[in-house]
């Protein structure tokens, strides 16, 4: 019997397994297939914290707690996993192009100051964005912007891989291809059927992106989450131009600059349409005119899971004790969090109080 099993092979369930692997003695994560849907695929790299929990304080103060750990959580999971993840954190922006983008910008920020005391993202005039970017010639529309020095990005699918690895080099147990047909519970443990057979666990974590809900409603747990279509761009590789990323244009450590992302409610559909890369396109050039000049070489989208207010769920079961699930569409922000203080109070050192206003039943107006 593992002590944890932990069900998902993503970012967010690496990340959860990476972090109980040092606090208890077996544990194992299920992978799925290689075709399976996996938001880390067609994930833009972002680690990012400066728009995020709007009307929520808890989730605004737990997006600057994740990106404040991400330096030295670089650096741990690189020499976890002995994989470099391409993490630099230097800061990040977000481009406004017309006064009305730049007004809605300010009072995002005006509504963030007033839930934290010291937010650590501020607005840039144009002027001041043209000395952030010398000798880059930025469009006639971009009239300001917003600026955080924590925000950073990452190579999603190094971080993933590093992630794995740290946990099998932690003594974790990955058994890949596999898929969870159902959880019993049978005196105080959890069997999980498999086709391959049933693992025996102490614990269980369901962090399996959108087959998250039907795995956790038999264990009294209900997670309402809508999937959105994200589609990306990429172009062909040129010399360093952009010294930060921002919320929609970011150049890789290889040299290739992706332009994100779409938001589409289109149910399973993960198709790529000629609409969405002009769209995106015509944006990034509003941005940066010399854009126009590069190549666009591939055009990805992907599936992710969003909740009703955008913020994660961390729920656990009060029916069945040991029983915990993870929802959430920032896995890359959030990654140092889940494999630090999410993953400890999973293990049962420190109180899940502390996550309790992230339970779905926020949701239940009743209940609330």
Not at 319 to 332: K, L, T
Request: charged share 20%; hydrophobic share 40%.
């Amino acid at each position: 019997m593992f002590d944890c099993v932990v069900i998902g092979g993503g970012v967010v369930g690496s990340a959860i397994a990476y972090g109980l692997a040092s606090h208890l003695d077996s544990v194992l994560m299920i992978d799925g297939r290689d075709s399976d849907p996996r938001a880390a695929q067609a994930n833009f790299g972002l680690v990012w914290y400066q728009s995020k929990g709007v009307g929520m304080p808890a989730y605004q103060r737990l997006s600057r707690l994740a990106v404040e750990e991400w330096r030295s959580f670089s650096r741990e999971i690189e020499e976890a996993g002995g994989i470099p993840i391409e993490f630099a954190g230097q800061g990040g922006l977000t481009f406004c192009l017309g006064d009305q983008e730049l007004e809605a910008r300010q009072t995002i920020l005006s509504r963030l100051a007033g839930q934290m005391e010291k937010t650590e993202i501020g607005m840039l005039s144009r002027r001041e964005l043209e000395r952030l970017y010398p000798g880059i010639r930025l469009g006639k529309d971009v009239t300001g912007g917003a600026f955080s020095a924590l925000d950073g990005h990452v190579n999603p699918l190094r971080l993933l891989m590093a992630l794995q690895q740290g946990f099998v080099n932690a003594g974790g147990t990955v058994h890949r291809g596999r898929r969870v047909d159902g959880i019993e519970v049978c005196g105080g443990q959890f069997r999980l059927h498999l086709k391959t057979g049933v693992v025996h666990a102490a614990r269980v974590v369901i962090a399996a992106g959108e087959a998250s809900r039907v795995l956790a409603e038999p264990l009294g747990m209900t997670l309402p989450f809508t999937l959105q279509r994200g589609q990306i761009l990429v172009t062909e590789r040129v010399g360093p131009v952009l010294p930060y990323p921002s919320d929609r244009i970011r150049q890789t450590a290889g040299g290739t600059i992706m332009i994100g992302g779409t938001k589409e409610n289109v149910g399973r559909d993960t198709g790529t349409t000629a609409g969405a890369a002009a769209s995106l396109a015509a944006r990034a050039i509003r941005v940066f005119p010399d854009l126009a000049r590069v190549s666009a070489v591939r055009q990805w989208s992907g599936r992710r899971v969003i909740t009703p207010d955008i913020a994660p769920i961390y729920e656990h079961s009060s029916r069945f004790p040991g029983a915990y699930a993870c929802i959430c569409h920032s896995g890359v922000t959030l990654a140092a969090y889940h494999a630090r203080g999410l993953a400890k109070r999973i293990a049962g050192y420190g109180s899940w109080d502390d996550v309790q206003q992230f339970s779905a039943r926020r949701f239940n107006v009743q209940a609330a």
